[in-house]
């Protein structure tokens, strides 16, 4: 399975991270509506928490009823980050902060049959990688610090947003913006509004009593607010 983003379409992609990790098939089976499965790659170096490796990845890759997003909230990103999309993962998301070569590492990843996205940390600036966005299929905005699931969304990211969204726009590119943290009904909209167009979602949709019903609602808000 393959994930192609277009900056005129929503795309809603559930977290895992708030998922029952003993029923995890059934879990995945939840959100099969949604465009693609938000697995957090945490090290517990460059973030404090401990996730998944690659094989666990790959066994998601071969379970899950739709493309995995891969984001690696990990150090040495520019050799770790090709693992994972040799594990499968149809999106692969490194961090700035945690990439050497991010160029170089954009290149490699895509070689490997995998979009590519990049992600800023709340207080990492857009601005200095706004003269290579173009390397890229998504920039990914955190709209809560990376590490922990269930942080109430940062306000503050809005503005971010809107900044990123008017080079791109003004460059003329097709650069998908994703949020991650914090998103719900209550805040989807706000961030479509500022210009993204994919939204990670954990506990909104895993704690709802209806993911499905979740997933069609907030694609529904988010997409009457398009990108461009």
């Known amino acids: 399975m393959s994930i192609t983003y277009s900056t005129d379409s929503s ?8 998922a029952d990790f003993m029923s995890i098939g059934g879990e995945l089976d939840k959100i099969a509506s949604a465009d693609s499965v938000h697995v957090d790659v945490m090290d517990n170096h460059f973030v404090p928490n401990l996730t998944f490796g690659p094989s666990m990845v790959e066994q998601i890759v071969e379970r899950s009823p739709i493309p995995v997003d891969a984001h690696l909230m990990i150090e040495d990103a520019d050799v770790q980050a090709p693992v994972f999309a040799e594990a499968g993962a149809s999106s692969v998301t490194f961090h700035l902060e945690a990439a050497r070569a991010p160029v170089k590492l954009a290149r490699d990843l895509r070689r490997k049959n995998a979009q590519v996205g990049v992600a800023l940390r709340p207080a990492t600036p857009v601005e200095p990688l706004l003269d290579i966005i173009g390397e890229f299929d998504m920039l990914l905005i ?45 805040t989807v909209e706000r961030c479509a509004e500022a210009g993204a167009n994919v939204f990670v979602a954990g ?9 499905a019903e979740e997933i069609s609602a907030l694609r529904e808000l988010a997409a009457a607010h398009p990108a461009h």
């Open 11 to 18: 795309y809603i992609h559930p977290s895992i991270l708030n």
């Open 142 to 186: 955190m709209t809560v610090e990376p590490g922990f699931g269930g942080q109430s969304f940062l306000e503050s990211m809005l503005p971010k947003i809107r900044r990123a969204r008017g080079a791109i726009s003004e460059a003329n590119l097709e650069v998908s913006i994703q949020v991650d943290g914090g998103v719900s009904r209550e």
């Open 203 to 211: 506990s909104a949709i895993y704690k709802a009593r209806d993911a």
